[in-house]
């Protein structure tokens, strides 16, 4: 395997470093990767707390997770995929508490030229939106996950999750008209 330099790991060896219960490996895993995990786990949550918790759930117990991981695909859309599992497990024990699903609103990431106050209208819009409709339209529009993939996280079909994408941007549409 070619690697650019001696001070940086490929991550097939810090996954395989972690297996063997390296925390040095652990640590550089967790510098590359931990702002991805974060983020995802925050456009659920909606909360930098619980996104920290799950970012934290994630890599404490990725020694252990690494078992099942198989190395196809990249490990930082594999991680990812633990961290929308995660916060989804968070979100289902918050709503069972009866706690309110956002706290403060969520960071979008913007696109070019947007401004501060559109990029702000946007966030309010979101957090208004009904939980089912606002995770679906996350993971499809901004984790990038297949109808398929949403409706084996959510347990739901994935013609569910294209029918609660389209009320979420109808949604979405009515109020900016408004």
């Not at 940086?8 to 490996?25: H, I, K, Q, Y």
């Not at 990029?119 to 996350?138: D, G, N, S, T």
Request: net charge positive; aromatic share 6%.
């Amino acid at each position: 395997m070619l690697r650019l330099s001696p001070s940086v790991p490929a991550e097939d060896e810090l996954v395989r470093d972690v297996r063997g219960g390296s925390l040095n490996a652990l640590g550089t895993l967790y510098q590359r990767h931990s702002p991805a995990v974060f983020g995802a786990a925050y456009r659920i949550l909606g909360t930098r707390p619980d996104a920290e918790d799950v970012v934290q759930d994630v890599f404490v117990g990725l020694p252990r997770a690494l078992a099942g991981y198989q190395e196809r695909g990249r490990l930082e859309a594999w991680l990812r995929r633990v961290a929308v599992r995660t916060a989804l497990m968070r979100l289902r024990g918050r709503a069972r508490r009866r706690e309110d699903a956002f706290d403060d609103l969520p960071e979008l990431a913007s696109p070019d030229g947007e401004s501060a106050l559109d990029r702000l209208a946007l966030q309010r819009r979101l957090r208004l939106l009904p939980e089912k409709l606002r995770i679906v339209l996350v993971l499809k529009e901004i984790e990038g996950y297949s109808h398929d993939e949403i409706g084996a996280l959510l347990g739901v079909s994935a013609g569910t999750s294209a029918v609660r994408l389209f009320r979420a941007w109808k949604h979405l549409r009515s109020g900016a008209a408004s």
